[in-house]
């Protein structure tokens, strides 16, 4: 069932399947719904409540129900939803392996699909849908560009650490609250735990430090954006590399993730 809904989403015109999004964005809007209560939360906490971003960003949000199988349909679609310029950018050292770090600002799989072309035998490191089926469908898809999908719990990370010791290549989105362990640090002035894979990582110097990430380009389209870090990296200096790609495209973000909870203070979560 799955399948065949993706194929035929991925069919539809990308700018109809964007006006579907917005009848359903502003429906949830009007029923204040849970996703809607989290972005407010989180812009609120972090800008001050600017209605402009929390408004904008659950239109953007709201697009990725569409985004998501829009390109699950067919990988291929990816390339109608970036500027073609910016996916021209190419890595310093093909041969030395890399470790890329990049966050939830606009649909992650449109930049798996990208970063996959770029650079193969790519590790992912993932956290598994909660349902089974559609699990193994999009595990599939997302390895069919020659990807190899890591979960990120136990096992998961513990064949990461030997893949990364065989100097194998390494993507993930690491601006997620871990499910146990991380390391505190500030996000727009506000504690938040946070993941410390990439700090650790990157202190062994064996791999060429990036940073990926999307803005907003020209007619609705995202800009892919490649950075050269220095290596190591400490959470706090990730945290800087985040806000400053937010701020570019404060919209872009995935402000519907909860991501003040595990707070270390007398107050647990913001929600």
Same mark, same amino acid.
């Given at each position: 069932m799955f399948p065949i809904l993706f194929k035929l989403i991925s069919f539809v015109p990308w700018f109809l399947l964007v006006g579907i999004s917005r009848v359903l964005a502003y429906m949830f809007m009007w029923l204040n719904s849970s996703q809607y209560k989290v972005t407010k939360n989180n812009i609120n906490h972090c800008f001050g409540g600017d209605k402009a971003i929390i408004n904008k960003s659950f239109l953007r949000t709201t697009e990725l129900l569409f985004e998501y199988p829009y390109v699950w349909g067919n990988p291929e679609n990816y390339k109608n939803l970036v500027e073609k310029d910016s996916m021209a950018y190419k890595f310093f050292d093909e041969k030395k392996p890399k470790i890329v770090f990049s966050m939830h600002m606009g649909c992650v799989d449109v930049m798996l699909f990208l970063i996959s072309e770029k650079i193969k035998g790519l590790n992912i490191v993932y956290t598994k849908a909660k349902n089974k089926h559609i699990e193994d469908i999009t595990k599939k898809i997302r390895e069919s560009r020659g990807a190899n999908m890591v979960s990120a719990d136990s096992a998961g990370i513990k064949d990461l650490y030997k893949r990364f010791f065989e100097g194998e290549n390494i993507i993930m989105a690491s601006d997620l609250v871990p499910h146990k362990k991380g390391t505190y640090s500030n996000w727009f002035g506000k504690e938040c735990l946070c993941v410390d894979l990439v700090e650790k990582l990157s202190e062994r110097d064996t791999h060429d430090l990036y940073f990926v990430y999307f803005t907003a380009g020209k007619n609705k389209k995202y800009r892919f954006n490649?950075?050269?870090?220095?290596?190591? #990296?400490?959470?706090?200096? #990730?945290?800087?590399?985040?806000?400053r790609a937010i701020n570019k495209s404060p919209e872009l973000y995935g402000w519907e993730?909860?991501?003040?909870?595990?707070?270390?203070?007398?107050i647990k979560n913001i929600y």
């Open positions: 490649c950075e050269k870090i220095p290596s190591p #990296m400490s959470v706090d200096q #990730m945290n800087k590399c985040f806000e993730y909860k991501k003040f909870r595990k707070l270390s203070g007398e």
